[in-house]
Structure formats: C-alpha cells, structure tokens
C-alpha cells in the first residue's frame, strides 16, 4: 500500500481509502450481517488500508454504529474520517451532529470531519466556524469539507484551514480537474469517491443491464440511455488496459484515479473480502506510458461525446 499526506496536515492516509457507504441497509446491494462487514473492515486494515470513511447519513447513522464495532481495539490504527449531517449550518448544530457521531463509532475523537454538502441557503462559514470550534476542543483532529466547490472552499479556508475536500473523480468524470488543481495548489487535500463511476467502469454491465426497484445506478447518469453507449466505450479501452496487465477493469480505473495530481486517496467501497482485496492492490504497480495515453484519450472523449450533468445522479 502507498501512503500520501492529506493536504497540509500531518496525516498519513493509504492511497486506497474504504468506502463505508454499503456498510447500511441504505446502499448494500447484497445484505450482509454486521459480523461479516467488520470481517471486511477489518481485512482492509490488514491489507494496509488504514483510511475508512463513512457519513451520518448513510443508513441513518447505520454505517457509523458498524464502524464503530469494527473499530474496538484498533482505534489507533485507523484515520477515521465522517461528516456532519445534512442542513447542520450552525456551530451548535455542527457540534450536536459531532457528539452523535462520536456516541454511535465509540470513539473521543474524529480525525477528519467533513461538511458532506455545502449549504446554499445558510452561510457556510458558520458550520465551518462550528468546525473550529470542535477542532480546539479535542473531539475532532481536522476540519474538512465534501463537495464544496472552488468558490466554497476559498471561504471555508479563510474561516479555518481545511485540510481536504471530497469530490466525485473517474476517468468518465473529469469535471473537477481545475478544482483538485486548485486545491493542490492550496495544499488542501482531495480524497475522490465514485472512482469506478457507481460501476460503469467494472466491465460488468451493456446496454442491456437493468437493476431492481431502489437500485442507486437506475439513477447514475452513466447508465442512461443516451450516455452508456459514451461510457461504454471508454470502458472498453480500460478493460483492454486490464487484460494487457492481467487485473481487473476496476483495478485499472483506481489505479488511474489514484495516480492523477493531487489525489490523496481513493475511497472505493467493498462488499466482500474478495473486492477489498482487489482494491487494495489496485495500487502498487504502475501503467504504462502508453496505458495513460490510452486512457487519457478515452476520459477526454467521454467528456467532449456524453451530455453532462450536475451529479452523477440527476434523476
């Protein structure tokens, strides 16, 4: 496993970061007991993956409660990083979200606290200022932030240093590439989510995958019928880029993200100890000269073919 700094601060996170939105009942395409996902969580900490990453707000505070049993008697060993709640603007409501949070992972402190999603009503320097307030009082090691855009994460900065943002980043969503240049400049931290972009780029699925009532991609953009034949293509050329180095597309598609100017980490979700195994050692091995150029070209025509969208999940 590589390790990178998270911006500016003293922390050393793995490149591959776990992903704990499936620890729930809200995001879980297959059920799982609580004693297999802490097997999961725990097998990652083993494959050196020491930063997890989980939110309130997935399974309603579910994530976190099995977080929190995963991390009895490995606390140390783990960079924990969650969010304040949705619509918590102002510092008491930022540090009420913190105090739940710290009761349901069994813990006295958060090493990255993350606003998930700015506010467009509130002011979001208030929440931010709740950050501070929370970092002084030793419950929390880092303030960070989630989704903020270059104008937000200026003026988060200027309340209180930041020490990430959390964006959406793969090779078929390269819309915030001046904003993670923006955010290395400023030695600010980005950890990318959805680098597999919520699937398209496994390999598994064509034009005629289909997925059940309440399935997350019946909302992806990549699986809409006028942008999968765009996404399908450039995941073509990263299966091809799989088979030459005898990995998994996926694989391939972390590596590259990975790999990309100030990336920290990667948080990529597992539900098995056979994916966490395989994205733990999405890194540690290196494409090609001729792979980047490859899949460069396939990013860079995604983008110019496929309509764009404000998410990844405009319904």
């Not at 929390?140 to 855009?149: D, T």
């Not at 937000?152 to 001046?178: F, G």
């Not at 180095?245 to 590596?255: E, K, L, M, Y």
Request: with cysteine; hydrophobic share 40%.
């Amino acid at each position: 496993m590589r390790y990178n700094k998270l911006g500016w601060s003293n922390l050393l996170v793995s490149a591959v970061a776990l992903g704990c939105a499936q620890f729930s009942n809200q995001f879980t395409k297959t059920r799982k007991s609580a004693a297999d996902m802490v097997a999961i969580m725990h097998r990652a900490l083993d494959l050196g993956i020491n930063l997890w990453d989980t939110a309130p707000s997935y399974g309603n505070g579910a994530s976190e409660s099995v977080v929190g049993r995963a991390l009895q008697g490995r606390r140390d060993k783990v960079v924990l990083a969650t969010k304040v709640r949705s619509h918590a603007t102002m510092p008491e409501m930022v540090e009420g979200s913190c105090n739940e949070s710290l009761q349901r992972l069994g813990t006295d402190y958060i090493d990255v606290l993350q606003i998930h999603w700015p506010s467009y009503d509130e002011p979001n320097e208030l929440a931010i200022a709740g950050l501070a307030r929370l970092v002084k009082a030793g419950k929390v090691r880092y303030a960070a932030v989630s989704n903020f855009n270059r104008e937000q994460t200026d003026l988060a900065a200027c309340v209180y240093p930041v020490a990430s943002n959390q964006l959406p980043y793969a090779l078929v969503w390269r819309y915030e590439e001046p904003l993670i240049q923006h955010c290395g400049a400023q030695h600010i931290g980005v950890l990318a989510y959805s680098p597999l972009g919520e699937g398209i780029l496994t390999g598994r699925y064509d034009e005629s995958s289909t997925f059940p009532p309440g399935d997350v991609r019946n909302h992806c953009v990549f699986f809409r019928p006028e942008v999968m034949p765009h996404a399908l293509r450039a995941t073509a050329v990263v299966k091809r880029v799989a088979q030459k180095h005898g990995v998994t597309p996926a694989q391939v598609a972390i590596n590259w993200t990975a790999r990309q100017p100030h990336i920290s980490s990667v948080i990529v979700g597992s539900s098995s100890l056979q994916q966490v195994e395989q994205n733990a050692t999405a890194v540690g091995w290196e494409l090609d000269e001729e792979d980047h150029r490859q899949l460069a070209a396939a990013g860079e025509q995604y983008m110019a073919a496929a309509p764009r969208f404000r998410t990844m999940w405009d319904r």
